[in-house]
C-alpha cells in the first residue's frame, strides 16, 4: 500500500528557533499534500493544502509566515515551523493524496512530536 | 458549520466482545463519511468509508452505515481482537466546504483497548 513517512518523528527545540519537519510518499507520487495539526485529546485541524510546483493553500487562523510550507516535488513537502515557541508545541502530521485537489484517498504520515522549551 | 462528534474514550474491551463506536456528523450538503484507524506508532490508515446515504462500509469485520435521517455513521465489530487496539477516527468530507478540495473533517479519535 501507499507509504508516507515524516522526519524526525520528535523533536525539541528552543523558543526562537525554526523547525522543519518533512513528509514524503515513499512509493507513490503525491500531486496534493496536506498538513494537520492535532492537540492533546482534539481532533486533527487542517492546516494548508499543497499542490505541487505552487503555493500552499492555508486555513482561515493559520499564519503563512509562521508556518511556511514548501512542496518541490511530487514526493516531498516540508513545513518550516519559523520562531517557535511554547503554543507551537503540538503533534504535526502530514498526508499525501495522489489526485490533483486531494479527491482521492488520503494517506497519512506517522507523525512528528515538536515540544518547544 | 461542519463538524463531527464521537464518542469519548477510552473504550476498554475484552477480546471477543461487541464493539460500537458512535459519530455523529453535522454537514451542508452530501458529504461523504470515513472512519480512520491509527495503530500505536503508525500514522492513520483508512478502514472504511460511505458515499451516499444508506451506503454500509466494512472491512477486517467493522461496518459502518450511512445514516442521512440521524446524520450517524456508527463503527461496529462483531467480535473484537487484540489486535483491534487502536485510536479510531470518524471524519467527513463535504465537496461544498469552504475549505479546500477534498479537505477532511476529523471527530477526536475515540482510544481502544483490548484485554485478552
Known amino acids: 500500500g501507499a507509504v508516507v513517512s515524516q522526519h524526525p518523528s520528535r523533536v525539541i527545540c528552543k523558543s526562537g528557533t525554526s523547525v522543519k519537519i518533512e513528509c514524503r510518499s515513499l512509493?507513490?507520487?503525491?500531486?496534493?499534500m496536506f498538513w494537520y495539526r492535532q492537540f492533546p485529546k482534539q481532533s486533527l485541524m487542517l492546516m494548508a493544502t499543497?499542490?505541487?510546483?505552487?503555493?500552499?493553500?492555508?486555513e482561515q487562523g493559520v499564519e503563512k509566515d509562521k508556518f511556511l510550507i514548501n512542496h518541490a516535488s511530487l514526493t516531498l513537502s516540508t513545513l518550516t515551523v519559523t520562531s517557535a515557541h511554547p503554543e507551537d508545541s503540538s503533534f504535526y502530521i502530514c498526508?499525501?493524496?495522489?489526485?490533483?485537489?486531494?479527491?482521492?484517498?488520503?494517506?497519512f504520515g506517522p507523525g512528528t512530536r515538536l515540544t518547544v522549551l | 458549520g461542519n463538524s463531527v462528534t464521537q464518542m469519548e474514550g477510552p473504550v476498554t474491551l475484552s477480546e471477543e466482545a461487541f464493539l460500537t463506536i458512535n459519530c455523529t456528523y453535522t454537514a451542508t450538503g452530501y458529504p461523504s463519511l470515513f472512519w480512520y484507524v491509527q495503530y500505536p506508532g503508525e500514522g492513520l490508515q483508512l478502514l472504511l468509508k460511505?458515499?451516499?446515504?444508506?451506503d454500509k462500509g466494512s472491512n477486517k469485520g467493522f461496518e459502518a452505515t450511512y445514516r442521512k435521517e440521524t446524520t450517524s455513521f456508527h463503527l461496529e465489530k462483531g467480535s473484537v481482537q487484540v489486535s483491534d487496539s487502536a485510536v479510531y477516527f470518524c471524519?467527513?468530507?463535504?465537496?461544498?466546504?469552504?475549505?479546500?478540495?477534498?479537505?477532511?473533517?476529523f471527530g477526536k479519535g475515540t482510544k481502544l483497548s483490548v484485554k485478552p
Open positions: 499543497s499542490n505541487e510546483g505552487s503555493k500552499a493553500t492555508y
Open positions: 512509493d507513490f507520487q503525491a500531486t496534493t
Open positions: 498526508s499525501a493524496s495522489q489526485a490533483s485537489g486531494g479527491t482521492d484517498t488520503q494517506y
Open positions: 460511505a458515499t451516499k446515504a444508506d
Open positions: 471524519a467527513l468530507s463535504a465537496s461544498d466546504y469552504g475549505g479546500s478540495q477534498g479537505n477532511l473533517i
